[in-house]
């Protein structure tokens, strides 16, 4: 079970380390760079926070379950 939630533990954070990478490029709102252009900069900083906080709770949880 331990080694099981391990696996878990490591898809997780290799999700959120990828959606922080397209967060970081802006990938994930070009289309709102192309629909509104003065709002794309805080759509972007939001998108890295909210990010930064599923990668706190991924590796918080990781830590919590003991992998």
Same mark, same amino acid.
């Given at each position: 079970?331990?080694? *099981? ?6 898809? !997780? #954070?290799? &999700? !959120? $380390?990828? !959606?922080?990478?397209? =967060? #970081?490029?802006?990938?994930?709102? #070009?289309?709102?760079? &192309?629909? *509104?252009?003065?709002?794309? $900069? %805080? ?8 990010? !930064? =906080?599923? =990668? =706190? $709770?991924? %590796?918080?949880?990781? /830590?919590? /379950?003991?992998?």
């Amino acid at each position: 079970m331990k080694k *099981r939630m391990e696996g878990v533990c490591n898809y !997780l #954070l290799l &999700v !959120l $380390f990828w !959606l922080l990478l397209e =967060a #970081l490029s802006g990938g994930l709102i #070009l289309w709102e760079v &192309v629909r *509104r252009p003065m709002q794309s $900069f %805080i759509g972007l900083l939001l998108l890295i926070v909210v990010a !930064l =906080a599923l =990668a =706190a $709770f991924g %590796i918080l949880l990781c /830590t919590m /379950t003991g992998s």
